[in-house]
C-alpha cells in the first residue's frame, strides 16, 4: 500500500486534488427527510442543467372535484327533504315524532292536525295537548298501552276517540314504532295518526241495522196497537 506522504510533492496534490474533487460529488450527510444536505441541487436538476417541471403529483389534488361532491351532496340532501315534508304535509294523517321516555315530549306534528282536530302544529306540541284531547273514557286504556309500549318499545297501535276544541269527537288510529339509529339504539318514536270517525260511524251504523232485524218485526198484536 502506497502512503501519500511518500510520494513526491507534484503527485501528492494531485492525488490530494483527485480525492477532493470525488469527495465534492458525494452528499456530505443525509438531513431530517433522508436527503442529503449538500449534493441535493444535482438530483434535482436535469441533464441540460435546467430545474425539472413540477409533476402532477406536486398540484393539489380532489380541490375542486371535492367541492362539486360536496355541492351535490348538499343539493341532494335539501331535494330529498324537501320531498319527503312535501309528501308528509300533503297526505290526509298526521305524522308526528316524539322522544323515546316516559315524559310525552313532540319533536315534530304535521300541519294535518289542524284538520284533524282544530288546533295548529304549535299549539299541539307546546301545550303538549295529546293526552288532554284524549276522551275521557278512553284516556285509561290509551295511558296504559302507552306506558306498556314505552317500558317494552314495542311498536304502538290503539284506537281511541279525541275531542276537537268545538266539542266534535274524532276517532283515531294511532300508530308508531321506534326509530334506531346504526349501532340500534333507540333515538325516537315515529307514527301516523288517521281519522277513522267516518269508518267508526259506518260500522256503528251497520251494527244498528244487524241488530234492528235480529230482533225482528215487532208482535202482530203490537202492530195493530200502533
Not at 402532477?56 to 341532494?76: D, F, M, N, V
Not at 294523517?93 to 284538520?115: F, H
Request: hydrophobic share 30%.
Amino acid at each position: 500500500m502506497v502512503n501519500v506522504a511518500d510520494l513526491p510533492r507534484q503527485r501528492r496534490t494531485t492525488s490530494r486534488r483527485r480525492g477532493s474533487s470525488r469527495s465534492s460529488t458525494c452528499p456530505c450527510s443525509p438531513g431530517r427527510s433522508g436527503g442529503a444536505r449538500s449534493g441535493s441541487t444535482i438530483a434535482n436538476t436535469s441533464a441540460d442543467g435546467r430545474a425539472p417541471r413540477s409533476t402532477p403529483s406536486a398540484r393539489p389534488r380532489g380541490t375542486l372535484g371535492a367541492a362539486i361532491h360536496r355541492q351535490q351532496t348538499e343539493r341532494s340532501l335539501r331535494e330529498t327533504e324537501e320531498l319527503y315534508r312535501t309528501l308528509v304535509e300533503q297526505i290526509p294523517a298526521v305524522v308526528y315524532v316524539n322522544v323515546i321516555g316516559e315524559d310525552y315530549v313532540p319533536l315534530y306534528t304535521s300541519p294535518g292536525i289542524e284538520q284533524m282536530l282544530g288546533v295548529t302544529p304549535d299549539e299541539f306540541m307546546t301545550r303538549r295537548m295529546w293526552f288532554e284531547l284524549v276522551h275521557p273514557d278512553d284516556r285509561e286504556r290509551v295511558n296504559a298501552e302507552d306506558e306498556r309500549t314505552e317500558r317494552t318499545l314495542e311498536p304502538f297501535s290503539i284506537e281511541y276517540r279525541m275531542y276537537r276544541p268545538d266539542t266534535r269527537v274524532v276517532w283515531v288510529l294511532d300508530q308508531a314504532q321506534v326509530v334506531r339509529d346504526e349501532n340500534g339504539e333507540p333515538r325516537f318514536w315515529s307514527g301516523v295518526m288517521f281519522d277513522i270517525t267516518t269508518l267508526k260511524q259506518a260500522e256503528e251504523d251497520l251494527g244498528s241495522r244487524i241488530g234492528h232485524r235480529a230482533r225482528g218485526p215487532p208482535p202482530a198484536s203490537v202492530r195493530s196497537m200502533s
